[in-house]
């Protein structure tokens, strides 16, 4: 559940994770460098941090989502994993897209 000791309303929230899922099909679509993927992850871990808090499961999940390791933790089908394995970039950022979505979906039933 989001902390609510944040200035911003749940539609804010999800307002402001919306951007961010644009912005991963933005990345995706152009092969972004390293350095935008820095820059997109530091800024999602941020906004994580900002509506749940530092010890929030969604942190630690965003971090192996990065790495292509969280499949169990995004619930991502078997199938989209097996598909993906030898791809670990795009595996990488389908998980993340993924929690993306979740979270969103969290904050949309609010």
Known sequence: MP???TKFSPQQ???RFRGQRDKIEGLSHAQASPAAWA???AE?????RDTYGEAHQY???YAYACMGEAEALVN???SAQESLSEDLPQKAFQ????LLNAVLAELEAL
């Open 95 to 98: 998980q993340r897209r993924q």
């Open 3 to 5: 902390k609510n000791t």
């Open 76 to 78: 991502m089908p078997e």
């Open 39 to 41: 820059a997109f992850d």
């Open 59 to 61: 942190l630690e999940a």
């Open 44 to 48: 999602t871990e941020q906004l994580l």
């Open 13 to 15: 929230r999800a307002d």
